[in-house]
């Protein structure tokens, strides 16, 4: 009983919304994160989840991944929710089941035959401080322990990034010139207090309205800007460093996504690292993004919008900022399925309402995120800005191998 009202519940939302689905806000705790206070969740709701959870520093956008945070882990943490109202109430039901239920109605049946699933999720990253220097296992080491690689990448939205936090600084790779030896050295003082392995990378300034894109194996100790994070659907890492801004690291997370029976093993762990993409001594060049124009600057602008390539690294996901001007009515056509959060104004999408909270409390439903299917997207989603100040601000977050993007 509970699948069929579920089947026609996901249809009847699709349905209602043309073609796009209304999202409820995701929030997810990390107990071992500073909150940066930057994703808009009200100031007395960042610890709402109890001291042990932690603070709330991440929300996760058009997710069908479930966070992995420990034996506390909520259920559904990390899991979007479909808002439908049927004139009556408001229902909600997971994103996961929905493209479940409707496949390639939903996302298309390209994604749908080759993954069976939406394959990647996007997030906002709030922490104040730093994080530890740490790597994502490629599919190849993660399949050790049954899961998949990960790689993912980073965008620094200017509107939540008034406030830089403490460390606005990402270290990356591996200074060139470091042998293996000195970095497996650094894994074995691991609990030893600090195993200085920040001492053998380089760190880059960042920069609101850039981004860089970080392929699995890479180490990288990300900076506390509030990041907007398109990735593969993984929850896979190890950190490698035991100190950050005067926190102890637990050793378990070193041996993280480490099979049992290989725990202990420091050159499993130097193995995991791309030695050849780590010490590139073009690592900015090769990773760094600046927003790329979709096409041409002047015909985008008389057509009343502004479209650039923010993530364009990497094949298994990517990402658009769509920025629509003051009184101005537009049509946008996608090739694939997209998740959307809106960063800046208000109008009209489609047959929804969008706007951007200045403010939110947890479990209180928004109408800034949203998912559109392939066909809508193929279509086109009309946008009328309703502002004659303020230009609305999306960010789209897409799927693997987006037929519009040229790697």
């Known amino acids: ?5 579920k089947v026609s519940l996901a249809g009847k939302a699709l349905e209602q919304g043309k073609g796009i689905l209304r999202l409820a806000p ?3 705790p990390r107990s071992f994160c500073v909150p940066g206070r930057r994703i808009k969740l009200h100031p007395d709701d960042y610890y709402v989840l109890g001291g042990e959870r932690g603070g709330i520093d991440e929300r996760w956008l058009s997710s069908t991944t479930p966070a992995k945070n420990g034996p506390l882990t909520g259920e559904n943490e990390g899991l979007s929710a479909v808002v ?11 994103l996961k089941d929905a493209i479940d239920e409707l496949k390639g109605e939903i996302i298309g049946d390209r994604l749908w035959n080759e993954y069976g699933a939406w394959p990647m999720y996007s997030k906002f990253f709030d922490n ?3 994080l530890p220097h740490h790597i994502h296992h490629s599919d190849e080491y993660a399949a050790m322990v049954g899961q998949l690689g990960k790689p993912e990448a980073y965008y620094f939205p200017p509107q939540l990034n008034n406030h830089g936090g403490d460390f606005p600084y990402t270290f990356f790779g591996i200074a060139p010139g470091t042998t293996k030896e000195q970095i497996k050295e650094c894994l074995q003082n691991f609990t030893k207090g600090d195993n200085k392995i920040t001492n053998f990378s380089s760190a880059y300034r960042l920069e609101p309205g850039t981004g860089w894109d970080v ?6 100790a990300p900076g506390s800007l509030c990041t907007y994070e398109p990735q593969k659907a993984s929850d896979i890492f190890a950190m490698y460093q035991s100190l950050v801004n005067e926190a102890i690291i637990p050793e378990e997370l070193l041996w993280n996504g480490t099979p049992e029976d290989r725990k202990g093993d420091y ?19 090769n990773h760094f993004m600046r927003p790329k124009p979709v096409k041409a600057l002047e015909e985008m602008q008389a057509e009343g919008y502004i479209e650039n390539w923010i993530c364009y690294k990497n094949e298994a996901y990517s990402a658009k900022e769509l920025t629509v001007l003051p009184g101005q009515t537009v049509t946008i056509k996608d090739g694939g399925a997209y998740g959307l959060i809106m960063m800046q104004g208000h109008g009209k999408m489609g047959v929804w ?4 909270p200045a403010l939110i409390r947890y ?6 995120e949203f998912f559109v299917s392939e066909k809508a997207a193929m279509e086109g989603v009309t946008i009328v800005n309703y502002s004659t100040t303020d230009p609305i601000v999306m960010l789209k977050h897409f799927g693997p191998n987006n037929p519009d993007l040229v790697l």
């Open 363 to 368: 479990g209180q439903l928004t109408n800034d």
């Open 267 to 285: 050159d499993l762990l130097v193995e995991v690292i791309d030695w050849e993409a780590n010490v590139d001594p073009h690592f900015m060049q």
């Open 215 to 220: 392929p699995p194996g890479i180490l990288h």
């Open 1 to 5: 009983m509970e699948t069929m009202e």
């Open 128 to 130: 104040m401080g730093p």
């Open 26 to 28: 995701t929030w997810v």
């Open 353 to 356: 309402d969008i706007e951007t």
């Open 84 to 94: 439908f109202n049927d004139g009556n109430s408001e229902q909600q039901f997971l």
